[in-house]
């Protein structure tokens, strides 16, 4: 048994939470979701992290009582069923093209400090690059890597904090709030809610850590929430000068290098918010993702959902051929130039989509661990009946924020889904055919 003393302290569970919440999305995703609402895009943030809130709750309380690494897989698996579990896999498998997200949005920020890389080619070769260099970093091992992510994120949240108060008294409030709102009608904003969900809402993340948080069950579900309220609002500040200090039609699906230029006094300001703010968030978060998104598919390549042979590992203990794989779904949008807008929605779309996956599993847990459930303070408080309408909840708001990215991408983008679902479905169902006869 895990000693106690070995676990996460308090402190350090919110720094967790913290630098999960604070990442690339805020950098990637502010100016796309202008684009979708204008300066309502401060409302966006707080309907997002509240609607987090709600629709997670089935999560935390499966963390809770029943702490795992690689929770949500787990959770299908064990509650659901093998195949559910199995299904969720292919849907994280192939949302994972949020690597590709990244590298172009570095290349977006690298040109507005050297306009001579701004052309067409150069953005390609630069998002490829900046891929290929961490994919190499990757393959060695990164032992000093959490290291390198707490002070980055520290570097970030001074990033925007210079951001927000060089921008805020450069704010028109009388003309804020006179224009430039829902631009994109009730359709427009619900879709920037959808975007910048997991903005807002990464401190979930921290329920794959439950086994080693101390007291997790008292501790974890209040770190989350109080984190996600505090980055809401800061966010929500960033929002407002986002799309306050420039026009609108000048931050509309533009990186903040757009905002920050107008805003930031001298070139070294701007430099280090740039620099050290966004483009090191997007470094970061390219680097960490390498790691997180191959070791979380290692248990399900055991399990069989994919080949075995993709969990080798080399003397590094990294397992490579995942690496090579996660490197091509970042490569291959970046050398064709996908619009940043559509893989955005594409990938976050396919996110939110797994996350509906396990939430059914709380109906099962009473059942699967009757002695547990008895023990929990969830017993007297949920019934079944308040089991069923609260994953009913979750999935009505899951459900609307897949289709509300969706509904506005090109044609073929949802049918690349779609062929993809029907042969998850046909393989899974095959399968199981075998099974029986076998």
């Known amino acids: 048994m895990e000693k106690e003393e070995s676990k996460l302290s308090l402190i350090e569970t919110i720094s967790l939470a913290v630098g999960f919440t604070i990442g690339s999305g805020?950098?990637?995703?502010?100016?796309?979701?202008?684009?979708?609402?204008?300066?309502?895009?401060?409302?966006?943030?707080?309907?997002?992290?509240?609607?987090?809130?709600?629709?997670?709750?089935?999560?935390?309380?499966m963390s809770t009582l029943l702490p795992r690494t690689s929770a949500?897989?787990?959770?299908?698996?064990?509650?659901?069923?093998?195949?559910?579990?199995?299904?969720?896999?292919?849907?994280?498998?192939?949302?994972?093209?949020?690597?590709?997200?990244?590298?172009?949005?570095?290349a977006q920020y690298l040109a507005g400090m050297v306009p001579a890389f701004s052309g067409d080619i150069p953005q390609r070769l630069i998002a490829l690059s900046?891929?290929?260099?961490?994919?190499?970093?990757?393959?060695?091992?990164?032992?000093?890597?959490?290291?390198?992510?707490?002070?980055?994120?520290?570097?970030?949240?001074?990033?925007?904090?210079?951001?927000?108060?060089?921008?805020?008294?450069?704010?028109?409030?009388?003309?804020?709030f006179a224009e430039g709102f829902f631009t994109g009608g009730f359709g427009?904003?619900?879709?920037?809610?959808?975007?910048?969900?997991?903005?807002?809402?990464?401190?979930?993340?921290?329920?794959?850590f439950a086994p080693k948080i101390q007291n997790a069950s008292r501790v974890m579900v209040k770190v989350i929430v109080g984190v996600t309220f505090v980055v809401c609002i800061l966010y929500m500040l960033m929002g407002i000068v986002a799309s306050g200090a420039v026009p609108v039609a000048e931050a509309a699906g533009k990186p903040l290098s757009v905002s920050a230029g107008?805003?930031?006094?001298?070139?070294?300001?701007?430099?280090?918010?740039?620099?050290?703010?966004?483009?090191?968030?997007?470094?970061?978060?390219?680097?960490?993702?390498?790691?997180?998104?191959?070791?979380?598919?290692?248990?399900?390549?055991?399990?069989?959902?994919?080949?075995?042979?993709?969990?080798?590992?080399?003397?590094?203990?990294?397992?490579?051929?995942?690496?090579?794989?996660?490197?091509l779904f970042g490569a291959v949008p970046a050398v064709l130039g996908m619009d940043l807008a559509v893989l955005s929605k594409m990938a976050i779309g396919l996110t939110i989509l797994g996350t509906c996956i396990p939430m059914a599993g709380i109906l099962k847990l009473p059942e699967k661990?009757?002695?547990?459930?008895?023990?929990?303070?969830?017993?007297?408080?949920?019934?079944?009946?308040r089991l069923k309408v609260m994953v009913a909840l979750t999935y009505a708001v899951l459900a609307?924020?897949?289709?509300?990215?969706?509904?506005?991408?090109?044609?073929?983008?949802?049918?690349?889904?779609?062929?993809?679902?029907?042969?998850?479905?046909?393989?899974?169902?095959?399968?199981?055919?075998?099974i029986k006869n076998k």
């Not at 679902?421 to 075998?434: C, D, E, K």
Request: with cysteine; glycine share 8%; net charge positive.
């Open 26 to 61: 805020i950098i990637t995703q502010t100016g796309i979701g202008i684009g979708m609402t204008g300066r309502s895009i401060f409302l966006a943030f707080l309907v997002s992290a509240v609607l987090f809130l709600v629709s997670f709750r089935p999560i935390f309380m």
């Open 72 to 106: 949500a897989y787990v959770y299908a698996k064990e509650l659901i069923h093998e195949d559910v579990g199995r299904f969720y896999a292919y849907v994280y498998f192939l949302g994972r093209m949020t690597i590709a997200i990244f590298g172009i949005s570095f």
């Open 130 to 176: 900046v891929l290929t260099l961490f994919f190499i970093v990757n393959l060695f091992g990164i032992k000093a890597a959490a290291k390198l992510q707490n002070i980055m994120c520290v570097v970030l949240i001074a990033g925007i904090l210079t951001f927000v108060a060089c921008g805020i008294g450069k704010v028109d409030f009388a003309v804020y």
């Open 188 to 208: 427009g904003f619900y879709s920037a809610v959808s975007l910048l969900y997991f903005a807002v809402g990464g401190a979930y993340i921290i329920t794959d």
């Open 262 to 327: 107008a805003v930031l006094p001298g070139r070294a300001l701007y430099g280090f918010f740039i620099i050290g703010a966004c483009m090191g968030a997007l470094i970061t978060t390219l680097n960490s993702s390498f790691v997180w998104y191959s070791n979380s598919l290692i248990r399900p390549c055991e399990d069989g959902c994919f080949p075995k042979s993709w969990a080798k590992t080399n003397r590094a203990g990294v397992p490579w051929r995942l690496l090579v794989i996660f490197y």
């Open 369 to 385: 661990y009757p002695k547990l459930w008895k023990r929990s303070p969830y017993a007297r408080r949920y019934p079944a009946w």
């Open 400 to 434: 609307t924020q897949v289709y509300a990215l969706f509904a506005g991408n090109p044609l073929w983008s949802n049918v690349v889904i779609l062929v993809y679902m029907g042969a998850v479905i046909f393989g899974l169902a095959v399968r199981r055919v075998r």
